[in-house]
């Protein structure tokens, strides 16, 4: 027989412990976020943002995502069901890509016509690339609004101190190149 030498008291700290980081964690996924918090400055960035359910028990039909600046040659990969819809314009500045210099690019993207339902999770992809001269040790934020047959999440808000977001906007960690 396995003895594990926590005794009763022991278990109930291990059972709590394990409570409250579930509890932490559970506030994090329970909006759209990006699968990966943190990327290189000057690289590919694969942005897979993650819906983990609708609004209020009613199915999501339509998803849009801002693209900051400094996120160029975007390219939304193909969802069977949904249409996109790419809205481009021109960039506040060029921007230098291996041979090419970039003044417009998509600026949002929107998947609409599909349903994920409430019950559901599903992720909305798209390809990018992180301008060099972006500011390592900061956070890009890219506001997404989340339609659905009943109802809308915008999850657009930006962190100011003090304050509790409802709906924050995803939020990608710029980390210097090595």
Do not use: N
Request: hydrophobic fraction near 40%.
């Amino acid at each position: 027989m396995f003895r594990s030498g926590f005794g009763a008291v022991g278990i109930r700290r291990l059972a709590l412990s394990v409570f409250f980081c579930c509890a932490l964690i559970h506030p994090a996924s329970a909006h759209v976020t990006l699968e990966q918090g943190q990327a290189i400055v000057g690289t590919s960035y694969k942005a897979v943002l993650r819906v983990p359910h609708g609004c209020d028990g009613s199915a999501t039909t339509a998803l849009r995502v801002r693209i900051p600046e400094g996120v160029i040659d975007v390219k939304p990969m193909p969802k069977p069901g949904w249409t996109i819809t790419l809205v481009k314009g021109k960039y506040p500045k060029s921007y230098r890509l291996f041979h090419a210099e970039l003044s417009e690019g998509v600026t949002e993207i929107d998947w609409s016509g599909g349903k994920l339902p409430d019950d559901y999770y599903d992720e909305f992809v798209f390809q990018s690339f992180l301008a060099s001269d972006l500011q390592a040790g900061k956070t890009l934020y890219f506001p997404v609004v989340q339609e659905c047959e009943k109802g809308v999440h915008r999850w657009i808000e930006l962190p100011s101190e003090g304050t509790t977001l409802q709906e924050p906007a995803p939020g990608l960690k710029l980390l210097p190149k090595p």
